[in-house]
């Protein structure tokens, strides 16, 4: 019994549960922003940096994101502020607006 009270910390501190990331976070925009150069967007930044993300839960739904940003290549290193449209597909996390997607 003391094996599955071991697992379950396990997978909890390593985020290995299939609802760890029910709404998502930093890492999920920043990868699914990043998943969008295949598209070859001309708007799309290879220096995007996501720097601070705030979700909002929706009901089943994408999730609208308030996302805090730079461009690395730009000099001045400017913040951005936009709101995006996240919605797990069967890939994965998709971008459906905001950044990339005007």
Same mark, same amino acid.
Request: hydrophobic residues 40%; charged residues 20%.
């Given at each position: 019994?003391?094996?599955?009270?071991?697992? %379950?910390?396990?997978?909890?501190?390593?985020?290995?549960?299939?609802? %760890?990331?029910?709404?998502?976070?930093? +890492?999920?925009?920043?990868? %699914?922003?990043?998943?969008?150069? +295949? +598209?070859? *967007?001309?708007?799309?930044?290879?220096?995007?940096?996501?720097?601070? *993300?705030?979700?909002?839960?929706?009901?089943?739904?994408?999730?609208?994101?308030?996302?805090?940003?730079? *461009?690395?290549?730009?000099? +001045?290193?400017?913040?951005?502020?936009?709101?995006?449209?996240?919605?797990?597909?069967?890939?994965?996390?998709?971008?459906?607006?905001?950044?990339?997607?005007?």
């Amino acid at each position: 019994m003391w094996y599955l009270k071991f697992v %379950a910390l396990a997978y909890w501190l390593f985020g290995f549960l299939p609802f %760890a990331e029910a709404v998502p976070g930093l +890492s999920t925009i920043q990868g %699914a922003y990043e998943r969008e150069a +295949s +598209s070859q *967007s001309k708007l799309h930044d290879p220096g995007l940096k996501v720097l601070e *993300s705030k979700c909002h839960a929706g009901t089943g739904g994408p999730f609208l994101c308030e996302v805090k940003f730079v *461009s690395v290549t730009d000099p +001045s290193e400017r913040l951005y502020f936009d709101i995006v449209t996240v919605a797990r597909t069967a890939e994965g996390w998709e971008l459906k607006s905001g950044l990339c997607k005007r």
